[in-house]
């Protein structure tokens, strides 16, 4: 007895055959999706977790008043960083939209004279572009974004 010519029997045996077709079809789509979604899903955390996110402390006051010296100078004496004596009072997020989705990124409001201490702080260095200045409404962005 021959062997049966794959392509002959699959003319033959349709219905038994389409379901398979669309089952590998379905699967191959499903791998592809799941996988988009896990790469788009890291690019959002990797831009959301920027470096700063990791490295920094917020010290807040319960009535808005600000640090006491005390305070400060203890930090000052760590040498670990610079301390930035800033108001959070109006930090904003801003919104990242990626392929399968967005996250928001928390954003800081400081002086001027206040930046570069925390671009030395963090080690980040400005690629292109000037510092943002005061009352300009400027905005540092990290290149990955």
């Known amino acids: ?10 003319k033959r045996n349709t219905q038994k055959t389409m379901p398979i077709f669309f089952s590998v079809a379905i699967g191959v789509f499903l791998v592809y999706i799941f996988s988009l979604f896990s790469a788009t899903t890291n690019k959002m955390i ?3 977790t920027f470096d700063l996110v990791e490295k ?3 010290a807040y006051t319960k009535n808005n008043s600000t ?14 960083s610079d301390v930035l004596p800033v108001k959070m009072n109006i930090s904003g997020f801003a919104y990242y939209r ?9 954003t800081f409001n400081l002086y001027d004279s206040d930046v570069g201490t925390l671009l030395k702080n ?18 540092l962005i990290p290149v990955e974004i």
């Open 1 to 10: 007895m021959n062997p049966v010519n794959p392509f002959f029997y699959i």
């Open 46 to 48: 990797g831009a959301a």
């Open 56 to 58: 920094y402390n917020i």
């Open 67 to 80: 640090l006491p010296e005390s305070f400060l100078k203890a930090l000052q004496d760590l040498q670990i």
């Open 98 to 106: 990626g392929g399968m989705g967005g996250t928001t990124i928390t």
């Open 122 to 139: 963090f080690d980040i260095s400005l690629v292109r572009g000037s510092l943002p200045q005061n009352g300009q409404h400027e905005i």
